[in-house]
Structure formats: C-alpha cells, structure tokens
T-cell receptor
Framework: GAGVSQSPSNKVTEKGKDVELRCDPISGHTALYWYRQSLGQGLEFLIYFQGNSAPDKSGLPSDRFSAERTGGSVSTLTIQRTQQEDSAVYLC????????????FGSGTQLSVL | GENVEQHPSTLSVQEGDSAVIKCTYSDSASNYFPWYKQELGKRPQLIIDIRSNVGEKKDQRIAVTLNKTAKHFSLHITETQPEDSAVYFCAALQGAQKLVFGQGTRLTINP
C-alpha cells in the first residue's frame, strides 16, 4: 500500500475485554514497530519485529500484551483483560530494514477502555 | 538501556522568532538522533536527523546540533511560522534496532 495502515482507527471497549489492533506495513518493509502514546506523553516503545521474529519485547507493559507478525507483513497487537490505564493511541511504524532508521508511522488506533 | 530526556515540554514563541528544543541521552553508544514532528491529529513524521560523526546539520529553517561529549542534542527552528506549531519528538537509536523517544515538546507559534 501507499503507507502504513492501522485498524481500527478508534476502539472503545469495556474493562476486562480483549482487543486486537492491526498494522499493515508498507509493502517490502521488513522492520515493524509498535509504540504507545498516552495523552500528552511521548512515544513509548512496546516491541519491534524483524521479519516474523521479535528480538526485543522489553517494552511490553505486562503479560496481558502480546504481538505477532505473520508472513513478514501484517502484525497484530493483542491486549487481554483491558484496563483503563491501557487507554492510549497505539502507533505502528515500519522501515525497509532494521539498519534503515527512518520510521514511517501509521495513523494509530485510539483505544478507550471504559 | 537508553533514556532520552526532552525539554521544555511546552514552548510558545512569536512568529518570526527562533525556537530551541533540547534533549539529553544516556547511552554513549547511541549514534543516530532523529527529530519527528507530529501535527495535531496526524502521524509523526521525520523532519531531520543527525549521526554521531557530525556536529551540526541544517535543512532550510531547521538545524540540529549534537554534542557527543555532553550527550545532548538540540533542534533549532528559525523564522518560525504558524505551520511550525506541532509536537516535536527527539529520539536516540539504542543498538541497531530500537528508537527511544523523548516525551515531546508542544510548540505553539503565536501570530
């Protein structure tokens, strides 16, 4: 596609429910990143993928968070048993390869946990 | 791991004046320092970056300086215009893979 695509753009859920966020990177980009942006805060690193493997999961806030990437393309970020503090914008970014540092960001998913 | 501190958190300047945003980093091995601009409701976009083998880089009205000894780098915007209003993020590359961002600076240009 023309850019990084994320869906849904907005998600409202009830506390305790599971949610899945999807990221479709730019075609051919091997590196994929997930960041979280809370209101008025910076970009918090969650996880990155090189191909289908995730060498660095150190940013995942808890074991309720998981992510996978299949076929070296689409990635899903899953949050189980959502809590109100999970409310944030979840941004995905991709780059052509790990050593190419410029990130191309998606528009994000605004997650609201009621 | 890398830790990036950014200040100020908010900055308001008169149109035409200059704006400076500063960042410090902790990992002396970091060698790549980009700046991203995020306009309201939009995605972050790279505006300029600098590598550790240079001390300054300019692109029209924006410039970035790097002091590796002190582990800090700065973004300079001259002749500010209303369209410069946005949130600016600095970042430092940890290892070869992980881009660690600062907390962001909300820049407002007053007409």
């Amino acid at each position: 596609g023309a850019g990084v695509s994320q869906s849904p753009s907005n998600k409202v859920t009830e506390k305790g429910k599971d949610v899945e966020l999807r990221c479709d990177p730019i075609s051919g980009h091997t590196a994929l990143y997930w960041y979280r942006q809370s209101l008025g805060q910076g970009l918090e690193f969650l996880i990155y993928f090189q191909g289908n493997s995730a060498p660095d999961k150190s940013g995942l806030p808890s074991d309720r968070f998981s992510a996978e990437r299949t076929g070296g393309s689409v990635s899903t970020l899953t949050i189980q048993r959502t809590q109100q503090e999970d409310s944030a914008v979840y941004l995905c970014a991709s780059s052509p390869y790990i050593s190419e540092e410029k990130l191309f960001f998606g528009s994000g998913t605004q997650l609201s946990v009621l | 791991g890398e830790n990036v501190e950014q200040h100020p958190s908010t900055l308001s300047v008169q149109e035409g004046d200059s704006a400076v945003i500063k960042c410090t980093y902790s990992d002396s091995a970091s060698n790549y320092f980009p700046w991203y601009k995020q306009e309201l409701g939009k995605r972050p976009q790279l505006i300029i970056d600098i590598r550790s083998n240079v001390g300054e880089k300019k692109d029209q009205r924006i410039a970035v300086t790097l002091n590796k000894t002190a582990k800090h780098f700065s973004l300079h915007i001259t002749e500010t215009q209303p369209e410069d209003s946005a949130v600016y993020f600095c970042a430092a590359l940890q290892g070869a893979q992980k881009l660690v961002f600062g907390q962001g600076t909300r820049l407002t240009i007053n007409p």
